[in-house]
């Protein structure tokens, strides 16, 4: 990943001193991300948000029946497999990258994955003078027309608020 923008910055002509991290970290971004033939963490969590009876214990037992483990009959090892590791906690699993072993729970995630866009924001690039930043989001132009714009705080339209609009 630094390497890249490092490679991107001698091209470019741009003046820097070269830092050596010692690491290659693209085994640690196949963990995160889709990678060859293994599904990366956040596609495993998108996967898992669209399952009827998915929890987050079921994503979290997912991942590591993927990333965990022995291998199965014929798999090879993926690079991303040596960066995982089973977590401390009960619900959760250990990722190691740059910045060390980092922990992560996993209570809450498919709930914060299923978040809806902020409104405001929606409504703001909806109606952005570029006109490929409003067609992204032309989709949401209408909404939530019935509902009234939320405070400067920005909250979010709720299934609730947006069913109770349609009343």
Known sequence: MFVLEQEEYSREGIEWDYVNFKLDLQPTIDLIESSGSAIG????????????????????????????????????????????????????????????????????WLEKNKD????????????SSEPYVASLFQDFTGAFSDIPPTSSAGNTATFHTLYRAQR
């Open 41 to 108: 963490i956040l596609s495993c969590l998108d996967e898992e948000c669209i399952m009827p009876k998915a929890t987050d214990l079921t994503f979290t037992e997912k991942v590591h029946s993927i990333w965990s483990g022995d291998l199965r009959p014929g798999e090879h090892l993926h690079p991303g497999r040596t960066k995982y590791t089973l977590p401390k906690f009960e619900q959760g699993f250990i990722i190691t990258h740059y910045a060390g072993k980092v922990e992560y729970r996993t209570d809450g």
């Open 116 to 127: 809806p866009l902020n409104d405001n924001l929606t409504r703001v690039l909806a109606s």
